[in-house]
């Protein structure tokens, strides 16, 4: 099996910064992909940044310029920096690997159980 963690998240005044951990462990062959979604209350999960093995990058437009993603493929993490940040960030953020655990196996998609962010005076 696969585990996904995240960390990082906290209560920050606006205009602040965090920086979000990803890591994953288990049966792992490859991390094809990373990325980090979030959810704030009552809205639907969304894509806010994604790295692939090849470290081509994906941003939404409402966080570009000030998050940045990052991984280390020999150390199955990942990060996002978040940057200037704005009450409209504040949600639970999600970490989700596209890993394969063997030459054999279809890669599969793995979520974390997700870390809060909270962005207010």
């Known amino acids: 099996q696969v585990q996904v963690v995240e960390s990082g998240g906290g209560l920050v005044q606006p205009g602040g910064s965090l920086r979000l951990s990803c890591a994953a462990s288990g049966s792992i062959l490859s991390i094809n992909s990373m990325g980090w979604y979030r959810q704030a209350p009552g809205k639907q999960r969304e894509l806010v940044a994604s790295i692939t093995s090849g470290d081509t990058t994906y941003y939404a437009e409402s966080v570009k310029g000030r998050f940045t993603i990052s991984r280390d493929n020999a150390k199955n993490t990942g990060h996002l920096q978040m940057n200037s940040l704005k009450p409209e960030d504040t949600a639970l953020y999600y970490c989700?690997?596209?890993?394969?655990?063997?030459?054999?196996?279809?890669?599969?998609?793995?979520w974390g159980q997700g870390t809060q962010v909270t962005v207010s005076s």
């Open positions: 989700k690997c596209n890993a394969r655990r063997s030459a054999l196996r279809t890669p599969a998609d793995y």
